[in-house]
């Protein structure tokens, strides 16, 4: 039951909402990194996503501001990621244990603190950089608009198997210019 429109709120009701607000507005990339790291298929990861920060505002009021709030948000993931294995049809044919995910969400938090993702991503960005237009407009058109393997050949007059052979060289020299680019930094 809900309290008339017309209630005041209780004395720093509005200003925790605004700071729960401001948290995962702040975090909330990085703790859908940490899930999608986690779970395998991306509709499920939304789901848990979606059901994390539903449990995150009701438990809100158990976390101490000024604390490390992505901690505590990745906790609560973490479970919800449990309870949605347990729930999946799709848990039977994981192979994954509930340890093993464990200690890839301590890696993925160790990789949180130390920035590895950034540092990735910063690397990514401009070795992207370096591409020709041509082949950064094909790099976009399958990973950013999710363009299909047919619709980029008919948009670049290529057959569909030079596509697959171009988005596989790409990649590979990607995560080679990525790698190089990790250890001189």
Known sequence: MTAP??????PGEEDRTEAFLRLLTE?????????????????????????????????????????????WA??????????????SKRHRSEHLSDRL????????????REQR???REKALQSCVRQLSPEHREILEL???????IEGISRRTE?????????LSRMRKNLYLCVEKQLKTA
Not at 32 to 57: F, H, N, R
Request: glycine share 4%; hydrophobic share 40%; aromatic share 10%.
């Open 27 to 71: 975090h909330e990339r990085r703790l859908a990194l940490y899930v999608t790291g986690l779970v395998a298929c991306p509709q499920d990861a939304q789901d848990v996503m979606q059901e994390g920060k539903i449990i995150m505002w009701r438990q809100f009021h158990q976390f101490e501001l000024g604390t490390n709030f992505p901690a």
């Open 142 to 148: 399958r990973y950013r608009d999710e363009a299909s």
């Open 5 to 10: 429109e017309d209630t005041p709120p209780l």
């Open 158 to 166: 290529r057959t569909e198997g030079a596509v697959y052979r171009l």
């Open 74 to 87: 990745r906790k609560i993931l973490f479970y919800q990621i449990l309870a949605h294995r347990r729930r």
């Open 101 to 112: 995910l464990e200690l890839l969400s301590e890696d993925s938090e160790s990789a949180l």
């Open 117 to 119: 993702w950034e540092r």
